[in-house]
């Protein structure tokens, strides 16, 4: 079963526009990871956020974690047609200390 | 240093046929994973392997998939009598355990992109 759900589904955009994705997550957990993976193939790892942090910086990447609401966002800033991909959250549950949980991704289009 | 390999790239298969997709991790990482997906979906856990410790099969769907890794490097996976549902891109994740005990990044390969006709 799917522990994180990606929304939106898809997002287009505009070059140098801000691009949000949210993830949503059922169960207690250890950390949340973001992914990006282009053309269905090998995915990237671009983030990791431990339950006790709130924000994360990484470049032109922001996570927030609300582990209140089990929630997490991802904003890509200035985007690039480069940035254009599926962007996946995955959950290390309390549970577990090696099984990632993914979503089933938000498709982001940047539109040079 | 050279990332996670899988081979073939493509493979078209006959339904019934048995077909084997190999995985090579990052040299020195203990913990290999094999996971699934479908169109347009997420990553479907399917077997994890840590070190000499029994796998984790809990996500292989069905007797016809198993998963082998030899000297605790490469891996492969092997479905037998594949189905037209058994189409997917497969995918093998490599990664360190941290001092934490725990799991951080996990470094994928490429993926296998199966077709069974």
């Known amino acids: 079963s799917q522990q994180g759900e990606e929304d939106p589904q898809a997002l287009s955009i505009q070059e140098g526009e801000n691009a949000t994705m949210n993830c949503s997550y059922k169960?207690?957990?250890?950390?949340l990871q973001w992914y990006r993976q282009n053309s269905g193939r090998g995915l990237v790892h671009l983030i990791l956020i431990r339950s006790n942090e709130r924000e994360k910086h990484s470049g032109r990447l922001r996570v927030t974690l609300d582990t209140s609401k089990k929630s997490s966002s991802l904003l890509i800033t200035a985007s690039r047609a480069a940035d254009t991909a599926s962007y996946f959250c995955?959950?290390?549950?309390?549970?577990?200390?090696?099984?990632?949980?993914f979503g089933k991704g938000t498709l982001l289009t940047v539109n040079p | 240093g050279a990332g996670v390999s899988q081979s073939p790239s493509n493979k078209v298969t006959e339904k019934g046929k048995d077909v084997e997709l190999r995985c090579d991790p990052i040299?020195?990482?203990?913990?290999l994973y094999w996971y699934r997906q479908s169109l347009g979906q997420g990553l479907e856990f399917l077997i994890y392997f840590q070190g000499n410790s029994a796998p984790d099969k809990s996500g292989l769907p069905s007797d016809r998939f198993s998963a082998e890794r030899t000297g605790g490097s490469v891996s492969t996976l092997t479905i037998q009598r594949t189905q037209q549902e058994d189409s997917a891109v497969y995918l093998c994740?490599?990664?360190?355990?941290?001092?934490?005990?725990?799991?951080?990044?996990?470094?994928f390969g490429p993926g296998t992109r199966l077709t069974v006709l």
């Open positions: 995955a959950t290390l549950s309390g549970g577990s200390n090696y099984k990632l949980t």
């Open positions: 040299s020195g990482h203990t913990a």
């Open positions: 994740a490599s990664t360190q355990l941290k001092g934490t005990g725990r799991y951080n990044e996990q470094f």
């Open positions: 169960t207690s957990i250890n950390n």
